[in-house]
């Protein structure tokens, strides 16, 4: 898969802020120990399978420390890795290499269990029409990197932010007067500002979805149905919209949820329970490595 090309005016505030929090004055340990003048070369080594995602933040980390950085990348975005296999080398003053080392480490291990996580989802939904959604439930300001990770794991994104999807959830059909009056309230509202931006309803029941199909919107949100409930709002819409299953989703019940033939499954988990995958980084002065 192809390397991204990342808008470093937005993401380098980010690398250095995380630095700064693992730095902060000074990495004594290095300082004491390590002289300046002594190079090294590191690699990044896999400890388990997986899929690999954020290298080039990895690699971003040390050349935000040091621009003479020299990196080098073994294995592609989106690939998957396994135990003990070298997925990139980092070359400069072993002293960067130490105080990068930690909080590059966090970047990729993060973004890496992400991507395997969702790929695990996507590989249980095989031979189904249903496609693997992402939520907005991700680590603040981390949103571009995780949903990044999502997408190399075979998933795909759901909206990005507040702004580029409207999604009518509960609270605001309830601060709404009812389903109908939110859903109207939106059209209305959407036709007088000019404005085109797909409209996602949420429903809990088979009389919410009944409501929700008479309008021109782009999917219905199946929110909390039984797999029983879920096959029937599929011959319910009969494709007039997309289905989206959400809540409760596993890698135990995904398969059973992707059988019922919607169309999108969302799965909060893929952010904010992904175990981080175990990668390490192995650091020698040039010259002294076996």
């Known amino acids: 898969m192809q390397t991204k090309n990342w808008d470093w005016k937005k993401l380098d505030p ?19 120990c390590i002289p300046s003048h002594v190079m090294g070369e590191g690699e990044v080594i896999a400890k388990e399978s997986g899929i690999l995602a954020g290298l080039d933040i990895f690699f971003r980390v040390f050349i935000v420390l040091d621009p003479k950085i020299s990196v080098t990348r073994k294995v592609q975005e989106g690939a998957r890795i396994k135990n003990g ?66 997408r190399m794991g075979g998933g795909e994104n759901h909206r990005l932010g507040l702004y580029d999807m409207i999604l009518i959830k509960n609270n605001h059909i309830a601060g709404a007067g009812g389903l109908s009056q939110a859903i109207e309230k ?32 782009r999917r219905i949100l199946l929110d909390n149905m039984t797999p029983q409930m879920l096959r029937k709002a599929v011959r319910l819409v009969q494709g007039r919209c997309q289905l989206e299953a959400s809540g409760n989703v596993s890698l135990k019940n995904v398969r059973t949820i992707a059988k019922t033939g919607v169309d999108y499954i969302s799965i909060g988990a893929l952010t904010h329970s992904a175990p981080a995958l175990d990668i390490s980084f192995r650091i020698e002065p040039i010259g002294k490595k076996n």
Not at 14 to 32: K, S, V
Not at 122 to 143: E, M
Request: glycine share 6%; charged share 25%; with cysteine.
């Open 85 to 150: 296999m070298i997925l990139g080398t980092v070359k400069g003053p072993v002293s960067v290499l130490l105080q990068g080392e930690r909080t590059a480490l966090n970047f990729l291990q993060r973004l890496c269990g992400i991507a395997t996580f969702t790929s695990e989802y996507v590989q249980r939904t095989k031979g189904t029409k249903a496609r693997i959604l992402d939520t907005r439930k991700t680590t603040p300001l981390w949103r571009p990197l995780e949903k990044y990770a999502v």
């Open 186 to 217: 939106t059209l209305q509202y959407l036709h007088r500002k000019k404005k085109k931006i797909p409209i996602v309803v949420e429903a809990r029941t088979l009389e919410e979805v009944t409501c929700a199909m008479q309008y021109p919107i």
């Open 14 to 32: 980010l690398i250095r802020q995380a630095l700064r929090e693992d730095i902060g004055p000074g990495d004594w340990t290095t300082r004491a």
